[in-house]
């Protein structure tokens, strides 16, 4: 099942034309697949070449197989892309390197688990689990944030989560969260 904060998020913008997304860590591509149902350009990119197989002959999908926490720069195009998403995924040293990959007024929408997670499920690692704001600490200088959330999200079973989307562009005054 998709994240339908995701596609809440992507629908509300409303594009009228073809759009560039990036899906970063894209898994088993259970995000990618219905979005390139929607007249949506995705790019999947995650080191798993098996989950990627399972899609990577879908119309209006560029499966690009990566090892995503080497040294090595992401083989992926700068502001080059309408909307970025990232779900479940966390590594803290080339993160806010996704700010790069944004067109100029690109949006990043941004869903993992975050710090009180591990008292209900896994990944306990504090190494995947976002710290109290983090997301608008990493981002929220160089991007405007649109929303916020961090707590409970309850599908079936008790997961703790932030969620932040992100839009990308000149803005004069200082935001305000
Ligand atoms: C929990 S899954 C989330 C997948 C997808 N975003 C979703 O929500 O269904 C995390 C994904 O990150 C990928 N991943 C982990 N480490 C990676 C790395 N170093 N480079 C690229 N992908 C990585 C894994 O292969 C896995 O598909």
Redesign the pocket.
């Known amino acids: 099942m998709h994240?339908k904060w995701i596609f809440n998020q992507i629908e509300s913008l409303k594009f009228k034309k073809k759009i560039n997304l990036l899906?970063?860590?894209?898994?088993?591509?259970?995000?990618s697949i219905p979005l390139s149902k929607k007249n949506i350009i995705v790019t999947a990119?995650?080191?798993?070449q098996e989950?990627l197989d399972k899609y990577a002959s879908f119309k209006n999908i560029n499966t690009i197989c990566?090892?995503?926490?080497?040294n090595e720069e992401w083989p992926l195009i700068r502001e080059h892309y309408d909307v970025i998403i990232?779900?479940?995924?966390l590594?803290r040293p080339k993160i806010n390197k996704l700010i790069n990959l944004l067109k100029k007024d690109g949006f990043l929408f941004y869903e993992t688990f975050s710090s009180g997670n591990e008292k209900y499920a896994s990944p306990k690692n504090p190494n995947f689990l976002l710290k109290d704001r983090e997301l608008l600490e990493i981002f929220g200088r160089e991007l405007l944030p649109l929303s916020f959330y961090d707590g409970q999200s309850n599908n079936g079973k008790i997961v703790i989560k932030q969620r932040a989307g992100f839009k990308k562009g000149v803005f004069k005054k200082t935001p305000c969260y």
Request: no cysteine; hydrophobic share 30%.
């Open positions: 994240s899906d970063f860590a894209s898994g088993n591509g259970r995000n990119i995650d080191k798993d989950k990566f090892d995503l926490e080497t990232v779900v479940n995924y590594y």
